[in-house]
Nanobody
């Protein structure tokens, strides 16, 4: 059974940083693009960043470009999201997902349970 387990969320002040991790099991990790999505209360789930299986290509939402960095370690079956210069509007539950890639929610077949990120002003 495929499992994606996120960690690293928490409470941080505006301007601070957090690093999210997502550990995958029971799938051939390098064969999957990985994405990070987020969902704030009352809002739809939105794409934040994505990375191809090899790590050669990445995608970022305009709202996080220059502040967030997605990376992966295929030897550890783990994808990361480094979040710098955090803003209160980054507050959301962050989910990692495995699939065929891009920012399209429907391209992702496996999802983690989510980790809460709260940015205080």
């Amino acid at each position: 059974q495929v499992q994606l387990v996120e960690s690293g969320g928490g409470l941080v002040q505006a301007g601070g940083s957090l690093r999210l991790s997502c550990a995958a099991s029971a799938l051939t990790f390098r064969n999957y693009a990985m994405g990070w999505f987020r969902q704030a209360p009352g809002k739809e789930r939105e794409s934040v960043a994505a990375i191809t299986g090899s790590g050669a290509s990445t995608y970022y939402a305009d709202s996080v470009k220059g502040r967030f960095t997605i990376s992966r370690d295929n030897a550890k079956n783990t994808v990361y999201l480094q979040m710098n210069s955090l803003k209160p509007e980054d507050t959301a539950v962050y989910y990692c997902a495995a699939g065929t890639g891009s920012s399209n929610y429907y391209n992702y077949h496996y999802w983690g349970q989510g980790t809460q990120v709260t940015v205080s002003s």
